[in-house]
T-cell receptor
Framework: AQSVAQPEDQVNVAEGNPLTVKCTYS??????LFWYVQYPNRGLQFLLK??????LVKGSYGFEAEFNKSQTSFHLKKPSALVSDSALYFC??????????????FGKGTHLIIQP | DTAVSQTPKYLVTQMGNDKSIKCEQN?????MYWYKQDSKKFLKIMFS???????INETVPNRFSPKSPDKAHLNLHINSLELGDSAVYFC?????????????FGPGTRLTVT
């Protein structure tokens, strides 16, 4: 079975500094990897995904993520943090094993706090 | 122009009651899902539904049953509600279950069982 680990419950970054939110995964087969963001009392919003191709993927709101197969990681990054980036971030994986529609497996989430 | 909508947004009810949460998507997607987010923000898949094929997460009690009147709707029925059912329930949809398409989530329904 697939799993996702987000080792940090919270990440604190000063506004304007680069940020990284960590994610590692475990799947059998090729991973489909996603990042979602959740603002307070809101649903999840899709940020970006890695399916195949370039290891660096770019997404919404200036975020990007780097896929590293040898380290089984998919860390979320942004060169310059904004206070409005403060939210709960989820990494998720689908294992394309040829089975049915089994949804996403999520990490436990990382609270990102950007300090002015 | 909401892509995935859920009603109600908040639901407060007593133990033992039966309740339903409605979900509609206007994206023309083939697959819909229900997720549960607990008080610690853990998100877990409950069901996926595609072309009349229902796939159930084995940990979901049979008191929970999804019902799809048509491709655009997947409602969640819960019988004999228990305190532990209190959570935020999210509906989602995607274009194709056997592909790489991302899922689009509704705003959530906060269920409180007293």
């Amino acid at each position: 079975a697939q799993s996702v680990a987000q080792p940090e419950d919270q990440v604190n970054v000063a506004e304007g500094n680069p940020l990284t939110v960590k994610c590692t995964y475990s799947v059998s087969g090729n991973p489909y990897l996603f990042w979602y963001v959740q603002y307070p009392n809101r649903g999840l919003q899709f940020l970006l995904k890695y399916i195949t191709g370039d290891n660096l993927v770019k997404g919404s709101y200036g975020f990007e993520a780097e896929f590293n197969k040898s380290q089984t990681s998919f860390h979320l990054k942004k060169p310059s943090a904004l206070v409005s980036d403060s939210a709960l971030y989820f990494c998720a994986v689908r294992s394309f094993s040829g089975g049915g529609a089994d949804g996403l497996t999520f990490g436990k989430g990382t609270h990102l706090i950007i300090q002015p | 122009d909401t892509a995935v909508s859920q009603t109600p947004k908040y639901l407060v009810t007593q133990m033992g009651n039966d309740k339903s949460i409605k979900c509609e998507q206007n994206l023309g997607h083939d697959t819909m899902y229900w997720y549960k987010q607990d008080s610690k923000k853990f998100l877990k898949i409950m069901f996926s539904y595609n072309n009349k094929e229902l796939i159930i997460n084995e940990t979901v009690p049979n008191r929970f049953s999804p019902k799809s009147p048509d491709k655009a709707h997947l409602n969640l029925h819960i019988n004999s509600l228990e305190l532990g059912d209190s959570a935020v329930y999210f509906c989602a949809s995607s274009q194709d279950p056997q592909s790489s398409y991302e899922q689009y989530f509704g705003p959530g329904t906060r269920l409180t069982v007293t």
